[in-house]
């Protein structure tokens, strides 16, 4: 079995293909001009990158007692819906949501995309014959929940308030409720970082 590589070597090898790939760019006769890449800085670059790509995963999955939040989370928006909706049609979308999305974290982006007005679900399907098709029919929806004509509470971007969302200028994920974006504050500089780790050494 092969020996896992530690950070410090992950971190050396990268390195040593960045450089390798900055002297190929520069061709032979400004190859001895490649900068030295810090391995140090850039593990440090690494490691922020990989906490930026599984904290979300962490904040919304790992503890039980965190699923227990987004399980009474999920109780509260039903109580909520009921006093938007009638009985029989949120018993009828709690019972399809429960049984088509087992992990409560979809359940819940379900009913606030409903609650916005972002989403309609559909009870069951109908064949409807239709000669233009192949197969000499298409399958529509039936029986759509919220009915036609029922108006959203909530605005759009009400169910915001409620996960983290990766926005799309900063590429980084944006905390419940979090209206600022720090796009034009985003860095790739890691100076502060070396600093921080060189003064804990």
Known sequence: MARKLSEETKARMAARRIEKKHAKEL?????????VIDERRLM??????????????????????LCWLHESEYRSLVVLARQCLSAED??????YVTKTYPDVVYRLSVWLRILCGKKRVAMRWEKVADP???LGYRVV????LPR???????????????FWQKCD??????APGQIECYADAVTTDASFLVDLFSASD
């Not at 061709?27 to 900068?35: I, K, S, V």
């Not at 929806?141 to 759509?144: G, M, P, S, Y």
């Not at 036609?148 to 409620?162: K, L, N």
């Not at 200028?169 to 944006?174: A, I, M, N």
Request: contains cysteine.
């Open 148 to 162: 036609e004509g029922w108006q959203a509470p909530f605005g759009e971007d009400w169910h915001r308030t409620y």
């Open 169 to 174: 200028r900063c590429k980084q994920w944006h």
């Open 132 to 134: 233009s098709v192949t």
């Open 27 to 35: 061709g032979p006769l400004f190859e001895a001009q490649t900068p």
């Open 44 to 65: 440090l670059e690494r490691r922020m990158g990989f906490s930026a790509l599984v904290e979300h995963g962490h904040t919304l999955y790992s503890s039980p007692a």
């Open 90 to 95: 949120v018993e009828a979308i709690d019972s």
């Open 141 to 144: 929806e039936a029986d759509v």
